[in-house]
T-cell receptor
Framework: EAQVTQNPRYLITVTGKKLTVTCSQN?????MSWYRQDPGLGLRQIYY???????DKGDVPEGYKVSRKEKRNFPLILESPSPNQTSLYFC????????????FGSGTRLTVV | GQNIDQPTEMTATEGAIVQINCTYQ??????LFWYQQHAGEAPTFLSY??LDGLEEKGRFSSFLSRSKGYSYLLLKELQMKDSASYLC??????????WGAGTKLIIKP
């Protein structure tokens, strides 16, 4: 089944403890992206990647890191999480940036206390 | 700046028709998308418009007017399972998706 797999679904952590949210797609998509979603604000892009070893900042990159060493994987790293990073996170992929239709992962609800 | 506007919340009755509007101001235009998102779940693709006019897909239709910077999503024969948020998004000149905050649709029996 074609899908984007995110893990974990739920995570509660403490301020300053490094964490990684994994994202993997099995559709050979070139384009991958991370979003956070907060009430009333809609989806905001954190980072995106147009291909292996190519990553770019989105609208809200501060406090996050990403890497794209393989086409299928695009992990999101929070080196020192803070409470304002408590949010619902989505990974998405697409055949290319110009292509229409993003496939989203099931989401990760992160709470930083 | 770039902006997508849609109503925050709408209420409709089961079996009725509802129209959700979206207006946009973006630097360039490379298509408009509608996604459905149930609470706590991932957005799922509903429709894509790049040319003016109406696209129909079963109970759902989407309309686009590029000159007016306007789109709407029309939902017919509403069912309880249509209770969800509906997200409007536009691809700008750099092919980046700009998202609206979403319209929460409440369906009453």
């Amino acid at each position: 089944e074609a899908q984007v797999t995110q893990n974990p679904r739920y995570l509660i952590t403490v301020t300053g403890k490094k964490l990684t949210v994994t994202c993997s797609q099995n559709m050979n998509h070139e384009y991958m992206s991370w979003y956070r979603q907060d009430p009333g604000l809609g989806l905001r892009q954190i980072y995106y990647s147009m291909n292996v070893e190519v990553t770019d900042k989105g609208d809200v990159p501060e406090g996050y890191k990403v890497s794209r060493k393989e086409k299928r994987n695009f992990p999101l790293i929070l080196e020192s999480p803070s409470p304002n990073q408590t949010s619902l996170y989505f990974c998405a992929s697409s055949p290319g940036q110009e292509s229409y239709g993003y496939t989203f992962g099931s989401g990760t609800r992160l709470t930083v206390v | 700046g770039q902006n997508i506007d849609q109503p925050t919340e709408m209420t409709a009755t089961e079996g009725a028709i509802v129209q959700i509007n979206c207006t946009y101001q973006t630097s360039g235009f490379n298509g408009l998308f509608w996604y459905q998102q149930h609470a706590g779940e991932a957005p799922t693709f509903l429709s894509y418009n790049v040319l003016d006019g109406l696209e129909e897909k079963g109970r759902f239709s989407s309309f686009l007017s590029r000159s007016k910077g306007y789109s709407y999503l029309l939902l017919k024969e509403l069912q309880m399972k249509d209770s969800a948020s509906y997200l409007c998004a536009v691809k700008d000149s750099n092919y980046q998706l700009i998202w609206g905050a979403g319209t929460k649709l409440i369906i009453k029996p």
